[in-house]
């Protein structure tokens, strides 16, 4: 059987997450960063070429309100969240956010975020071993919703580093050329780690779309309770 292969020692899913904890900087660094301002560059990919680079910040207000500003020549996007309804507007005209690509990505920014892996117990999500992946594990993290089906989120950690390097989590459903129902993807890839006061903190993200790169997210300013 397979449990022949599994080493006796092999960490529980919550030792793994305490693991992680320690190397984005303690619980106690963790716990003390309530909002934030990023501020940096994002590139929009078609293929796997380069489309276009825009200025771009990501404020933070809390583990529920989010806000990303697409800094255009036309004028400034902004996508958020104030934590009960998505929203977009364009030079003051707003409105509410399907979902798709913008609502997507202030899940990941939010109710899929890092933080939500390190608080699993507080949050009474389920967390469960998906295995192992090129030297990394893959602890699925299953958040009750109210009303609604409960969310999966996988998250990847590093052994070598212990740091979370990915999110991943299924957006849907579509056929592929032999009408057989296969899930649809959304994964943000995490690199260019940086200590920010006490926490280590992601620079670049990469987002795939059933492993295809649409965004690049290269911050160059990071900061941490700061007045928003």
Same mark, same amino acid.
Request: charged share 25%; glycine share 10%.
């Given at each position: 059987t397979n449990k022949k292969n599994e080493p006796e020692n092999k960490e529980k899913p919550a030792e793994v997450v305490e693991r992680a904890a320690k190397a984005h900087g303690g619980r106690q660094a963790l716990t003390s960063v309530g909002d934030s301002v990023s501020d940096g560059k994002l590139t929009f990919f078609t293929g796997?070429?380069?489309?276009? *680079?825009?200025? %771009?910040?990501? =404020?933070?207000?809390?583990?529920?309100?989010?806000?990303?500003? $697409?800094?255009?020549?036309?004028?400034?996007?902004?996508?958020?969240?104030?934590?009960?309804?998505?929203?977009?507007?364009?030079?003051?005209?707003?409105?509410?956010a399907p979902a798709g690509l913008a609502g997507n990505y202030i899940e990941s920014e939010t109710v899929r975020a890092v933080?939500?892996?390190?608080?699993?117990?507080?949050?009474?999500?389920?967390?469960?071993?998906?295995?192992?992946?090129?030297?990394?594990?893959?602890?699925?993290?299953?958040?009750?919703?109210?009303?609604?089906?409960?969310?999966?989120?996988?998250?990847?950690?590093?052994?070598? *580093?212990?740091? %979370?390097?990915? =999110?991943?989590?299924?957006?849907?459903?579509?056929?592929?050329? $032999?009408?057989?129902?296969?899930?649809t993807t959304e994964s943000y890839v995490f690199s260019d780690f940086r200590v920010v006061q006490g926490v280590i903190t992601p620079f670049r993200i990469e987002r795939y779309v059933d492993g295809l790169k649409i965004e690049e997210t290269q911050f160059n300013s990071v900061r941490y309770n700061v007045s928003i």
């Open positions: 796997n070429d380069r489309k276009n *680079t825009i200025d %771009v910040s990501v =404020i933070r207000a809390g583990d529920s309100r989010v806000q990303r500003v $697409l800094k255009e020549a036309s004028g400034e996007l902004h996508q958020g969240s104030d934590g009960v309804s998505t929203w977009e507007s364009f030079n003051g005209m707003t409105a509410l933080g939500n892996l390190f608080d699993f117990q507080s949050r009474g999500a389920t967390l469960r071993d998906a295995g192992t992946r090129n030297n990394a594990r893959v602890l699925e993290l299953e958040s009750p919703v109210t009303g609604k089906p409960s969310r999966k989120t996988n998250y990847v950690i590093d052994d070598s *580093t212990s740091r %979370v390097t990915a =999110i991943e989590f299924v957006t849907g459903e579509a056929k592929d050329i $032999l009408g057989k129902i296969i899930p």
